[in-house]
């Protein structure tokens, strides 16, 4: 009895270990000003704070994912119709967010537009940013 009580022990502590480990692996990704940010390997929340960025994380099929979104159901109604998950999603208003409200809301990492002044507030508190940003077909294949 005693033998099996151990093992179970180490077993759920070794599933716990293991949850935590899957989520604290990182990668680096390079973003579209060239900087690399150390990202989860799978982000759960992201905050997609650029508004043409909601698009390729839904195409992409993470829509579950958005935990912090720039887009409404007044403005994007046909995402929010594509994808009703977002109604689960907080709204901010621009890209100019307060970092803190992210960190309360377990942001994995942020998308910001190019020349957003938001990256470097939220990389101080310890969120990953990654810039994004397409001006033509070979820029969006990139940011995509």
Partial sequence: MRHSRK????????MVLSAFSAHAATHGVTDMTGQVQQV?????????LWFAHNELTIMLGAADR?????????TRPWMFRVAPVLYKAIWVNGP????????????????????????????AVGIPVLVAGFID?????RSL
Wanted: glycine share 8%; aromatic share 4%; charged share 15%.
């Fill in 7 to 14: 093992w179970g022990v180490g077993l759920i502590g070794a």
């Fill in 66 to 74: 958005i935990a912090v979104t720039v887009d409404r159901p007044d």
């Fill in 96 to 123: 100019a967010v307060n970092a803190e409200s992210l960190l309360k809301a377990g942001v994995d990492v942020a998308f910001v537009p190019n020349g957003s002044a938001t990256a470097a507030a939220l990389r």
């Fill in 40 to 48: 989860p390997a799978s982000p759960r929340h992201i905050a997609d």
């Fill in 137 to 141: 077909v070979a820029s969006l294949r």
